[in-house]
T-cell receptor
């Protein structure tokens, strides 16, 4: 079983749609959680950290459920520029800073 | 402020040859990480430097891979001899402080390695 699991998609949605991505992680001792965005043939870039209380950044909302070991990302009012691969990322329990990546979920927003 | 830079951007070599990848972290970042993505798989951790010391090298696949960070500035990752399965994109990342939940890792553009 992979340490971080995501539905690879692709998710094809029209502009203006709301889309949600989910992710599960296997290590209950994991400490930090993130969503990164990766454009085609580019490096991953931090989209947002994910906190237990849930957090929002503009059109993006992230949620963490530690009991279920489940992370989500909601994108409202999708834009063409949101088309990318969204990576669910977990930092392990050690202090090494090692990040564990999911395989990514591909989003294609169409006009 | 300059971001993480990596050189070369692409490298095509034959099986059995040696390749050295370079990473320059963001100035002032003590922590430097190497990751790689092989085709069809997720990005995987290789190792972590704190300044010039290897903090965690649990992800290094085998002894054909050698990473160094002399002087605690830039880092090199050497693959010798390269095998076909080493093909992929090698990312470097840096951060100011590790072990803190607020510590952000900034990624370089990656080196795309193809072993023929």
């Amino acid at each position: 079983r992979k340490e971080v699991e995501q539905d690879p998609g692709p998710f094809n949605v029209p502009e203006g749609a709301t889309v949600a991505f989910n992710c599960t992680y296997s290590n209950s001792a994991s400490q930090s959680f993130f969503w990164y965005r990766q454009d085609c043939r580019k490096e991953p870039k931090l989209l947002m950290s994910v906190y237990s209380s849930g957090n929002e950044d503009g059109r993006f909302t992230a949620q963490l459920n530690r009991a279920s070991q489940y992370i989500s990302l909601l994108i409202r009012d999708s834009k063409l520029s949101d088309s990318a691969t969204y990576l669910c990322v977990v930092r392990g329990s050690s202090n090494t800073g090692k990040l564990i990546f999911g395989q990514g979920t591909t989003l294609q927003v169409k006009p | 402020e300059a971001g993480v830079t990596q050189f070369p951007s692409h490298s095509v070599i034959e099986k059995g040859q040696t390749v050295t990848l370079r990473c320059d972290p963001i100035s002032g970042h003590d922590n430097l990480y190497w990751y790689r993505r092989v085709m069809g798989k997720e990005i995987k951790f290789l190792l972590h430097f704190v300044k010039e010391s290897k903090q965690d090298e649990s992800g290094m696949p085998n002894n054909r891979f050698l990473a160094e960070r002399t002087g605690g500035t830039y880092s090199t990752l050497k693959v010798q001899p390269a095998e076909l399965e080493d093909s992929g994109v090698y990312f470097c990342a840096s951060s100011q402080r590790s072990g803190r939940s607020t510590d952000t890792q900034y990624f370089g553009p990656g080196t795309r390695l193809t072993v023929l």
